[in-house]
């Protein structure tokens, strides 16, 4: 269960990370994409994340699927930069060879 649950939080880090350095900050608040990656992971691993957030904090739904689904198209292969370095970093065992992962998600 450990593992499943790192396993699940570096493909989350991976997909903020790239998704910062594809310039999806702009488009959308840190918010949205923490709650797009967690659900992009939850969908991928199928492990469901147990975290509360403040009630002060809301996410738009409908901006958080449309994150959602630009971090999977990213993720897909179809990026902007090649992202190398990102790539061999999460591609290592300590990172659970998250960036190696085919990702196919159901809806």
Known sequence: MRNIHEKAICLCKYAIESALFEGLGKKY????????AMNLAENALKH???IKIHPTMKVNKGEMMDCFKDMCVMLQGNNKFDLNALRRKYGKSKNHQIAKMKLILTE
Request: a negative charge; proline letters at 9%.
């Open 29 to 36: 608040d840190p918010l949205t994409m923490v709650t797009a």
């Open 48 to 50: 469901k994340f147990e």
